[in-house]
């Protein structure tokens, strides 16, 4: 029996949905909010931090700017979900092109899951108490209200720079700062991946469609 294109992108994302949720849930019942865990040395480190905003640890504008982000993260999934079962219609829509997607569709479910429901399925992740899964009290905030779990760091450069060095914000240097989690990886993997092996299929595009509809 042949397996069908839109089946294995499917579980492709199920996949890796099931593994971003599976360290997501290790981490917040595992951790205290800030605690580090070094992985090689100091330079890849699992640090427990929490979010209401956007990829990489970028905020949005309080409870409204919260609510706001959750819809949109919604709306856009469901336009990727459009988007794919289109490419899926047409035969010579490359696989490379599909995953890539997948995988951005992914991160997206990913972070939208933690917005949705941590809220309500978790207790608060303090600094002094670890996380506990269906309290008996019920979650710390409700729906549309959970935080974003981010863990994985890598400060590959933390320095202090020497005095006659010109700087703004202070001496501490660091390279890369940014806290991200599995969903934001897929998200800038998959984005990568199409941006510089699989722009020519999306260039070719507006051309194909105008083609068809003249027909």
């Known amino acids: 029996m042949k397996i069908s294109r839109g089946f294995k992108i499917s579980l492709f994302v199920i996949l890796l949905l099931i593994i971003d949720q599976i360290i997501k849930i290790l981490v917040k019942t595992n951790m205290t909010l800030g605690q580090s865990i070094p992985v090689f040395g100091s330079w890849f480190q699992i640090l427990f931090i929490e979010n209401n905003g ?6 949005f504008g309080g409870n409204v700017g919260k609510f706001i982000l959750s819809i949109f993260r919604v709306v856009l999934v469901i336009a990727i979900i459009i988007y794919i079962r289109k490419l899926l219609k047409r035969e010579e829509t490359p696989t490379g092109v599909l995953i890539g997607l997948g995988a951005i569709l992914c991160g997206a479910l990913g972070n939208i899951i933690d ?4 809220g309500m399925i978790f207790s608060e992740s303090t600094p002094i108490q670890v996380a ?4 008996p009290g019920g979650g710390y905030s409700g729906f549309l209200f959970g935080k974003v779990v981010d863990m994985f760091y890598f400060p590959i450069i933390d320095t202090t720079l020497p005095e006659w060095v010109p700087v703004w914000g202070g001496r501490n240097f660091i390279f890369f700062r940014p806290i991200f989690n599995f969903a934001d990886a897929c998200i800038t993997c998959g984005a990568i991946y199409l941006l ?3 722009w020519k299929f999306f260039s070719k595009q507006p051309k194909t469609e105008e ?4 027909k």
């Open 54 to 59: 956007m990829a990489f640890g970028m905020q």
């Open 115 to 118: 917005s949705l429901f941590y």
């Open 132 to 135: 506990e899964l269906f309290p």
């Open 196 to 198: 510089i092996f699989k």
């Open 211 to 214: 083609s068809d509809s003249a």
